[in-house]
């Protein structure tokens, strides 16, 4: 079975500094690998995606995470925080079948919440 | 593009009622996945229904259930409500194909409150 673990629940960081949310990940056979950010009250915001391709994966507003198979770890992130990058993220796994063909769901980790401080 | 809505936005209901949720996916994305948030539980997978069929199923009760029509919107469905049913649900529509696994793109969220 597939499972993703998020090692923090809540980082904080000050405005201008790098900024690092870790995630591991469980799958028996190769994994798509989703961040998905949510801010207060709103639904949820595709950052980035990892499906077998390059291992440095580059998404939106400067964030980008690698794929490191040897860790089973897909970290989240970004040289210089913003306030505006205050949200929860969340680290995701493609559900697989005992076959290896995409389930069509995703299973999420318990998520990080992520602090700016000016 | 349109992104995924779904309507309404908040509910009240009382325990015991029933309630119906929709979500209109992305123009062309055939698949529609549901998924509850609750602070406990975080996000969980309800189904998924794909050409007007359930796909994958959740370990959910059988109070909730859904259906996709033919263009592809999708409701989901609670009877006998629990006060343990508030949550956000979340609906995601992605693109579908055997064997590739494709992003989802999720609604705004329908946040429902059991009184």
């Known amino acids: 079975a597939q499972s993703v673990t998020q090692l923090d629940s809540h980082v904080s960081v000050s405005e201008g500094t790098p900024v690092l949310l870790r995630c591991n990940y469980s799958s028996s056979y190769s994994p798509s690998l989703f961040w998905y950010v949510q801010h207060p009250n709103k639904g949820l915001q595709l950052l980035l995606k990892?499906?077998?391709?390059?291992?440095l994966v580059k998404g939106i507003n400067g964030f980008e995470a690698e794929f490191k198979k040897s860790e089973t770890s897909f970290h989240l992130t970004k040289p210089s925080a913003h306030m505006s990058d205050a949200a929860e993220y969340f680290c995701v796994v493609s559900a697989i079948m005992n076959y290896g063909g995409s389930q069509g769901n995703l299973i999420f980790g318990k998520g990080t919440k992520l602090s700016v401080k000016p | 593009k349109a992104g995924v809505t779904q309507t309404p936005r908040y509910l009240i209901k009382t325990r015991g009622q029933q309630v119906t949720l929709s979500c209109s996916p992305i123009s062309g994305h055939r698949s529609v996945s549901w998924y509850q948030q609750t602070p406990g539980q975080g996000l969980q997978f309800l189904f998924e229904?794909?050409?007007?069929?359930?796909?994958n199923k959740g370990n959910f009760p059988g109070r909730f259930s859904g259906r996709q029509f033919s263009n592809s919107r999708s409701e989901m469905n609670v009877s006998t409500l629990e006060l343990g049913d508030s949550a956000l649900y979340l609906c995601?529509?992605?693109?579908?194909?055997?064997?590739?696994?494709?992003?989802?793109?999720f609604g705004p969220g329908t946040r429902l409150t059991v009184t």
């Open positions: 229904y794909f050409s007007e069929t359930q796909r």
């Open positions: 990892y499906t077998s391709a390059a291992t």
């Open positions: 995601a529509s992605s693109l579908r194909a055997a064997g590739r696994t494709y992003e989802q793109y």
